[in-house]
């Protein structure tokens, strides 16, 4: 049963810390999205890979966030520093382009707190 | 601007009692729009993707319904387990991009 695995499930941090999640997405899958959820905005897109490469990350503060994929099994999102108002659940997907395979796998989420 | 705007934004329902959500899109060219469910503390789970007005999708109690400018989830008899929060979600033609609703939270009572 293949999912969409993410680490670290929680994490508690100070303001100014950096903090890093991962997430591996689905064997043959060349897209990845990472989201941010919150109960005021709901899901919001911060970037987006296909095949490795970034095609759209503008809905990342770019000051303090930065997202990669070294390899086709391991993207990151980096936050430094961290602020309290980035406290929120992270989440990542992956999935196929082309049609009809758009329908995105979601992981189970990052849960942010920073004190 | 692209939208995605769906209501109610909570919902409760006696079991047996049928009902509709509603997901209304203004985007830039629709490439496909997409229905997911969440469960508290999880992620999204994937329902439906539907490419074109007048295309219907049905899983068990849900059926997916579109039109060029809304899509309705309607709910037949729902039972507890169908409780959750249901997000949709249009995905752009030329900018590739993913825009969410904020979500029906549905809370269905035996």
């Known amino acids: 049963d293949a999912r969409v695995t993410q680490t670290p499930r929680d994490k508690v941090t100070e303001m100014g810390q950096e903090v890093t999640m991962r997430c591996q997405p689905i064997l043959g899958h060349n897209t990845v999205f990472w989201y941010r959820q919150t109960m005021m905005q709901g899901l919001e897109l911060l970037a987006y890979?296909?095949?490795?490469?970034?095609?759209?990350d503008s809905g990342m503060p770019k000051d303090r966030f930065s997202a990669e994929m070294p390899d086709a099994t391991l993207a990151t999102l980096k936050i430094q520093p961290s602020e309290p108002r980035d406290s929120a659940v992270y989440f990542c997907?992956?999935?196929?382009?082309?049609?009809?395979?758009?329908?995105?796998?979601f992981g189970p989420g990052t849960r942010l707190t920073v004190l | 601007e692209d939208q995605v705007t769906q209501s109610p934004e909570a919902l409760r329902l006696q079991e047996g009692e049928s009902s509709s959500l509603n997901c209304s899109y203004t985007?830039?060219?629709?490439?496909?729009l997409f229905w997911y469910r969440q469960d508290p503390g999880k992620g999204p789970e994937f329902l439906f993707t539907?490419?074109?007005a007048g295309e219907e999708k049905e899983k068990e109690r849900l059926k997916a319904t579109l039109t060029k400018k809304e899509s309705f989830l309607h709910i037949t008899a729902p039972k507890p387990e169908d409780s959750a929060t249901y997000l949709c979600a249009a995905l752009t033609s030329g900018t590739y991009k993913y825009i969410f609703g904020t979500g029906t939270r549905l809370k269905v009572l035996a």
């Open positions: 997907a992956s999935g196929k382009t082309g049609d009809p395979y758009n329908e995105q796998f």
């Open positions: 890979f296909r095949n490795r490469a970034p095609l759209d």
């Open positions: 539907l490419y074109s």
């Open positions: 985007v830039s060219g629709l490439r496909g």
